[in-house]
């Protein structure tokens, strides 16, 4: 008797994520086939030459962005594993391209599964990113699904992953899940040297997850036994407690790795933005854990392996603190995209954006008044506008409407099944913007207005009147009343 093997469509196969889950599908060759869409650039030739043995991997030639490519690739699939895409920084540089690639994937793929014989036989897998939920530093840390999305400013990569997750919730798709991924450690980071390094401040988290563990987690869900709760839900990746640490830690701890004393040597505290970026603990990070187990790394273990991987990072920590800071990293600082370029070229836009404005910058001093942060471990939640112990299934207009008036909008549709949380509805905005969503991307997903989302620079005339956004006031500070 021959077992059926199941077929995966992957997508982003020569990225990062992507080649630690191809390593992942190979040690299950016994019962996966993997077709992996690349588009052949030197780059991602060279990733996926690595993987010219792999018994089970199919690689086809081509552009997410063409719609025949991609229906061809799900065409047999049983599942789609959408990990490609543009990220930061190209995306935040070029916001057209991360939306067009993003965002025409996403509906690229939707089409083609609901273009086959059974579209029910497919489970698609769409990832997003914590960027949606933008800059969550304390003491508004702690987040959870269902939060409201407000990209940082000058974010173009997350107001791509928007939209792209609207469209898959929307899709009327019978079987998906839509993970946000977190900050993925893997040993490349390390060897990363780009200005956006100075957009992190170091007060702020960020709840990490290790490469392989986001490898297990996709390959998990393509296996048989996947619990029924996590299709057509929404998810947090996220490593849980041990892997939530500020800015600074992470700092600290690669630098003290690699054999770094003290990494305030390196820098100039004024270089780092202190505002303006993305990262959160999660309260809910344990859910997609609970129902398909997928963590297995520690940091400890995971940076070790990292810092063995990249042995010349150990001459960093042989060198003289002003050679390094010097030599290598203050240039990065005035490259485009870097914080001092901002101030160097008086980018008032950008200055205020990173660091609330020019006065607020050259107040940040030195390190003699730098203190760790130790922003509050004790988890705590936004107010999402309705009765959240209320099972989905009794929804009914009244709650929509109530969701919509936290939002300072309300609820334009007149018939509203109840409990149909998928049903398309028509809302309006405290602006009389009219845009369409279903309770479940509204209420569970924390969408609102797709025409406010996008006007950053918008955001705390917004809250004036959209209680739900108001909740984060700090953001206030980020780009100016």
Not at 139 to 155: E, Q, S, T, V
Not at 157 to 183: H, M
Not at 293 to 306: E, G, I, K, N
Not at 437 to 445: F, H, I, K, N
Request: charged share 25%; glycine share 8%.
């Amino acid at each position: 008797m021959t077992t059926k093997r199941t077929r995966v469509f992957l997508t982003g196969a020569a990225g990062n994520w992507g080649r630690f889950t191809l390593d992942e599908f190979r040690s299950r060759a016994d019962r996966f086939d993997v077709i992996a869409l690349v588009l052949p650039t030197p780059g991602d030739m060279s990733a996926i030459r690595q993987y010219e043995e792999m018994p089970n991997l199919e690689v086809r030639f081509g552009d997410l962005t063409d719609y025949s490519a991609v229906e061809q690739c799900v065409r047999g699939a049983d599942f789609v594993v959408h990990l490609g895409g543009i990220v930061s920084p190209v995306g935040d540089d070029n916001p057209e391209l991360a939306h067009r690639v993003n965002v025409g994937s996403m509906r690229n793929i939707v089409r083609a599964v609901l273009a086959q014989p059974d579209p029910s036989a497919i489970g698609v897998v769409g990832v997003g990113t914590i960027a949606q939920t933008g800059d969550r530093n304390p003491p508004h840390h702690w987040g959870r699904i269902g939060d409201p999305l407000r990209c940082a400013h000058f974010d173009g990569y997350g107001q791509s992953k928007i939209v792209a997750e609207k469209v898959l919730v929307d899709s009327g798709l019978p079987k998906w899940v839509w993970l946000r991924q977190t900050g993925i450690f893997h040993p490349g980071m390390l060897a990363i040297r780009d200005p956006i390094m100075t957009h992190s401040p170091f007060g702020g988290v960020m709840e990490w997850v290790s490469a392989q563990d986001s490898a297990r987690l996709v390959a998990n869900l393509c296996e048989d036994d996947v619990a029924s709760e996590v299709w057509c839900n929404m998810f947090n990746i996220g490593g849980g407690e041990q892997w939530r640490l500020t800015n600074w830690e992470l700092q600290t701890r690669i630098s003290a790795a690699i054999g770094v004393r003290d990494v305030r040597k390196w820098y100039d505290r004024d270089w780092f933005a202190t505002k303006n970026f993305h990262g959160q603990w999660y309260t809910d990070s344990d859910d997609l854990q609970a129902l398909v187990p997928f963590r297995a790394d520690t940091f400890d273990a995971a940076l070790a392996s990292a810092v063995a991987k990249n042995p010349s990072l150990k001459m960093a920590g042989l060198m003289p603190p002003w050679v390094v800071k010097n030599l290598f990293l203050k240039p990065l600082t005035v490259k485009p995209r870097g914080t001092m370029a901002f101030v160097r070229d008086n980018d008032e836009a950008k200055i205020k954006a990173y660091f609330g404005s020019r006065r607020e910058w050259a107040e940040i001093g030195d390190w003699s008044t730098f203190w760790p942060p130790r922003p509050s471990r004790v988890p705590s939640l936004l107010d999402h506008g309705y009765d959240e112990a209320k099972d989905p299934a009794e929804w009914t207009a009244a709650d929509y409407a109530a969701a919509a008036d936290f939002r300072g909008g309300e609820l334009v549709s007149t018939e509203a099944d109840a409990g149909d949380v998928a049903a398309r509805l028509k809302w309006r905005c405290a602006d009389g913007h009219e845009f369409t969503g279903s309770p479940r991307l509204v209420l569970c997903g924390g969408h609102w207005c797709p025409q406010c989302v996008c006007d950053t620079a918008d955001f705390p005339r917004q809250a004036a009147r959209n209680r739900f956004l108001a909740q984060l006031e700090v953001y206030g500070s980020v780009v100016g009343a």
